[in-house]
């Protein structure tokens, strides 16, 4: 399986529908202490932005909804994937990717065979208390080592100028959240990772 290299984390349908017209082709909902009822329209509306754009949708930690609303991807943390029941998720066709922090998180996530192994934070990050010290980009090319083929993304702290280096170290993917979420201009940044990611992406120069 390949990812895309400019990974789009966002917290809420609104700003899929903001963002992935823009030509985001890789799209993370992760959205925390919602409404079931809220969150399963939240879902189903970047569901459907998300088929509409030909952008591939991963639903964070909800796999129990997102098996029910036809999702085809999802993103478990550690918690998560202690909690979750992974024969339910294959069985629903879904594929699956994991956080990881160490080598013990990596151990446990490599047991369940995901189909791409985040490490993060690579970088100082300010969406949310971390135990964990940034990773390094040196981390990241162990990382690369241990994983084989399996794609790698990496997250925590990135930003367009900090690309050159996690690619260059072995990432596949870079997620990315308030580089863009707080940018005064989220649409002008989205289109700058974009264009930064479009070599590896293929398009044309």
């Not at 509306?45 to 949708?57: F, I, S």
């Not at 993060?120 to 300010?126: A, E, L, Q, R, S």
């Not at 596949?172 to 940018?183: F, G, H």
């Amino acid at each position: 399986m390949r990812l895309d290299p400019f990974y789009l984390i966002v917290d809420s349908a609104a700003w899929v529908k903001r963002l992935v017209p823009l030509g985001v082709k890789l799209v993370q909902l992760r959205i925390k202490d919602m409404p079931e009822a809220a969150l399963r329209e939240e879902i189903r509306r970047a569901r459907a932005l998300c088929a509409g754009a030909g952008c591939q949708l991963i639903v964070n930690d909800y796999w129990r909804i997102a098996i029910d609303e036809g999702c085809d991807f999802v993103h478990l943390g550690q918690e998560d994937l202690a909690d979750a029941d992974v024969a339910a998720i294959r069985a629903a066709g879904m594929r699956l990717g994991i956080s990881t922090h160490d080598e013990a998180e990596l151990e446990a996530a490599l047991t369940v065979k995901p189909d791409y192994v985040a490490l993060g934070p690579v970088y100082p990050t300010i969406l949310k208390q971390m135990k964990w010290a940034p990773q390094g980009l040196s981390r990241l090319s162990v990382w690369r080592h241990r994983v084989g083929t399996l794609p790698l993304v990496a997250i925590g702290g990135l930003t367009v100028d900090r690309l050159d280096g996690i690619f260059s170290h072995g990432a596949d993917s870079a997620a990315v959240v308030t580089d863009i979420s707080l940018n005064p201009s989220p649409e002008g940044r989205t289109r700058e990772w974009i264009e930064k990611t479009a070599v590896r992406r293929g398009d044309p120069a």
